[in-house]
């Protein structure tokens, strides 16, 4: 396919970079700690080291040189022919619309929400880590009308009841407020409550007006008597502890494969912060609310079933193994745009690099899409190699690249990508050695194994993730709903 590129100038350098690398130390008994002694001859070592050896008339030389210099060159142009790699690349159904597909996908399923949780836990065996909420751990506990989980999330409840309270009156200070009620429930000491004879107070102004009437010796005893979180002792009296933790950023690729930079969290927990995180994002679209400040932020036991049945807080949708999620969203991620309107200086999105499919025309940045378009895409890929870089795209478009088609490229050019193009490449659309079933057997294995390799072992063919099968639950829906249809949009 790609012969006329291997030329006489070609050949010899890599007959002299051979020489070099390879021969002359050999001769020079280099590699006999690596068990390629000189005195064994030029013919074995290329045969041991290479796999190479004399035939159709061609030197054992010419053989080594073919199977690392020529051989690496030719799957070099292959792969950056992205044209070559599937059959069928017209104007309507190119690899490049094929990617931008792809990157779209990212676009389309892209939630991320910074958040806040205030987490109302148990951790019975004191051992540092919160416990896993069931029946078997409260029935253990012997506590006296509670016997099981049903019965302890009332007292749960009520603990909630409290806090969505105080967040009410807050003036929006959720954060501050979520952050200092934690603080005291869990600085306080106290696990009995003020005497029902003292004083009660509706709000801090009272409380001064009667101390202004005291002693200074009633003062003190007031100080030693009063506590006002006198209502957190039953629910510390159960156990229940409380921490507020800033969580960062949390979107549908937490929990990706190829995500090392940061911990899984817990399914159930992602789930739910995700779809706190779709409603907002449609809100804001939806109602083109410029700054998202209008809505956020945004605490989820405020939420009823009039703003959703995915977004209505329930303590069953809050809990954990860890124990339950007070969520406080205060970002929402959203969508870079790539549009480019023709409102600038006539030229300035006109690109240099010319549109394959179209004679005597060059490839434009301009697009009335917030999706990438195919010629962007091209526009990145062959601006990428040339010395000034990308000068057409714009910021907007840049970061769109990078944010979306930047891990499209990163999968496409992975081995497990590339083998599996090798295979259509060699086979055709019918993937099968069909005259040996046993050699077909050991191809399709193979073949799967590569799948299970790209997807991460987090998408499987044929499975949904609502099943019992070990594949069901390995299965991740936010990775299949980007990568699901990879092969089929490839191959389409």
């Given amino acids: 396919m790609y012969k006329d590129k291997i030329n006489y100038d070609n050949m010899s350098e890599f007959r002299e970079q051979f020489e070099i690398q390879y021969v002359n130390p050999f001769l020079a008994n280099s590699y006999e700690t690596a068990g390629f002694p000189a005195s064994i001859g030029l013919e074995k070592f290329l045969l041991l080291g290479f796999g190479a050896w004399a035939r159709d008339g061609k030197s054992s030389t010419y053989d080594a040189i073919d199977k690392i210099y020529v051989q690496t060159e030719l799957r070099k142009l292959f792969e950056e022919d992205l044209t070559k790699h599937f059959p069928n690349n017209t104007a309507d159904n190119n690899i490049y619309k094929k990617l931008a597909e792809l990157a779209n996908k990212q676009t389309v399923n892209e939630i991320g929400v910074t958040v806040s949780h ?268 040339t010395e000034e870089g990308v000068v057409t795209l714009p910021t907007d478009v840049k970061t769109a690249i990078s944010k979306y088609f930047t891990p499209v490229q990163t999968a496409y050019n992975s081995s497990y990508s590339q083998l599996e193009i090798a295979f259509r490449l060699v086979f055709g659309d019918n993937v099968q050695i069909t005259n040996d079933a046993t050699l077909n057997e050991r191809l399709q294995i193979l073949r799967n194994a590569n799948f299970n390799q790209f997807f991460g072992y987090s998408y499987f063919d044929g499975y949904t993730g609502n099943g019992s099968t070990i594949y069901d639950r390995a299965f991740n829906h936010e990775y299949a709903a980007v990568y699901g249809d990879w092969f089929d949009i490839l191959n389409g």
């Fill in 118 to 385: 205030l987490l109302i836990y148990v951790d019975f065996n004191n051992d540092g880590s919160p416990d896993k909420p069931t029946d078997a751990l409260i029935a253990e506990q012997n506590f006296k009308g509670i016997s099981t989980l049903e019965d302890f999330e009332k007292e749960v409840q009520k603990l909630v009841n409290i806090i969505v309270n105080r967040v009410k009156s807050s003036q929006n200070k959720i954060d501050s407020t979520l952050s200092t009620l934690a603080n005291n429930y869990t600085s306080s000491s106290r696990y009995t409550e003020t005497p029902n004879d003292f004083p009660q107070f509706a709000d801090e102004q009272e409380i001064l007006d009667y101390i202004a009437t005291l002693t200074p010796e009633q003062v003190l005893e007031f100080i030693r008597v009063y506590n006002k979180n006198d209502e957190f002792v039953p629910f510390k009296r159960l156990g229940i502890k409380v921490k507020y933790e800033s969580l960062g950023e949390i979107t549908n690729q937490r929990n990706f494969p190829s995500n090392t930079t940061s911990s899984s969290l817990d399914e159930k927990f992602l789930d739910y912060a995700l779809k706190l995180g779709s409603y907002l994002k449609d809100m804001i679209e939806e109602n083109n609310i410029d700054n998202k400040n209008e809505v956020l932020p945004v605490f989820a036991p405020l939420l009823t079933i009039a703003d959703g049945e995915d977004v209505a807080f329930s303590l069953e949708k809050s809990r954990t193994a860890f124990g339950w999620h007070l969520i406080l969203v205060t970002d929402v991620t959203l969508n870079v745009s790539a549009e480019v309107l023709d409102n600038a200086e006539e030229g300035k999105y006109d690109s240099k690099i010319e549109n394959p499919y179209a004679e005597g025309q060059f490839l434009t940045a301009l697009n009335d899409s917030k999706y990438l378009s195919w010629e962007q895409i091209l526009i990145h890929i062959e601006e990428s190699k």
